[in-house]
Nanobody
Framework: VEIVESGGGTVQPGGSLKLRCVHP????????IAWYRQAFGKQRELVAS???????NYAESVKGRFTIFTDVRENAVYLQMNDLKPEDTAVYYC??????????WGRGTQVIVSS
């Protein structure tokens, strides 16, 4: 099972990016799916999650700026990120909401927000 995250890049503050993750090993409707991020020198944190027909959940720091959504035909999850801030700089990963360090992770996709 290969988890593939993509869509990262370097943007200026206030810019936007849309991340994409294909996760073949997960049924989104059963386990849900989430985006995480890990900034340099910090622990990985959950950014946004979505499960079944429940409303998505977001970290306080990204509410109103990020939107998580899925495409069940592709088994892909997206993260639309608007009004990006320097503190959003991190490597972004996707995995079910219950994932821990002992689970398999993809390589992630790097997001850099800098002027």
């Amino acid at each position: 099972v290969e988890i593939v995250e993509s869509g990262g890049g370097t943007v200026q503050p206030g810019g936007s990016l849309k991340l994409r993750c294909v996760h073949p090993g997960v049924s989104f409707s059963i386990s849900g799916i989430a985006w995480y991020r890990q900034a340099f020198g910090k622990q990985r944190e959950l950014v946004a999650s979505i499960s079944g027909y429940d409303d998505p959940n977001y970290a306080e720091s990204v509410k109103g700026r990020f939107t998580i959504f899925t495409d069940v035909r592709e088994n892909a999850v997206y993260l639309q990120m608007n009004d990006l801030k320097p503190e959003d700089t991190a490597v972004y990963y996707c995995n079910p909401p219950s994932s821990g360090e002992g689970d398999d992770w993809g390589r992630g996709t790097q997001v850099i927000v800098s002027s």
